[in-house]
């Protein structure tokens, strides 16, 4: 997941779809298991985070990656106005969070000021 989708993510979840929760929710529980060898686990985690509603499996039908994109996408298109990206006022880098207040690229601090 890129820098920007993760902080929509992370910071934004509230403004996705049920439909969109519902599928990254269901790559969550994917990752969860990669590595797991026991059938009754993965079986376990797929029951509680995953889905089989067909709007969400078709918004998974290309890859996380792919979903990630779009519905970052859709939320800087739909609902732009609720989105606070908190960029370093020095270099111009996305913050960690809408709150932080030291740049994670530069290190500038913005502490302090209005």
Same mark, same amino acid.
């Given at each position: +997941?890129?820098?920007?989708?993760?902080?929509?993510?992370?910071?934004?979840?509230?403004?996705?779809?049920?439909?969109?929760?519902?599928?990254? @929710?269901?790559?969550?529980?994917?990752?969860?298991?990669?590595?797991?060898?026991?059938?009754? +686990?993965?079986?376990?985690? @797929?029951?509680? &985070?995953?889905?089989?509603?067909?709007?969400?499996?078709?918004?998974?039908?290309?890859?996380?990656?792919?979903? &990630?994109?779009?519905?970052?996408? @859709?939320?800087?298109?739909?609902? @732009?106005?609720?989105?606070?990206?908190?960029?370093?006022?020095?270099?111009?880098?996305?913050?960690?969070?809408?709150?932080?207040?030291?740049?994670?690229?530069?290190?500038?601090? &913005?502490?302090?000021?209005?």
């Amino acid at each position: +997941m890129d820098e920007l989708a993760s902080y929509i993510f992370n910071y934004y979840s509230h403004l996705l779809t049920h439909e969109e929760r519902a599928a990254n @929710r269901t790559i969550l529980g994917e990752l969860k298991i990669e590595h797991d060898h026991s059938p009754e +686990m993965k079986r376990a985690v @797929r029951k509680f &985070w995953g889905s089989t509603d067909p709007k969400v499996l078709a918004l998974l039908q290309d890859g996380a990656e792919s979903f &990630w994109e779009r519905a970052r996408d @859709r939320v800087l298109r739909e609902q @732009r106005d609720q989105v606070f990206l908190n960029h370093c006022p020095q270099c111009g880098a996305l913050a960690k969070t809408p709150t932080a207040k030291q740049c994670p690229k530069c290190f500038f601090s &913005w502490h302090g000021e209005v």
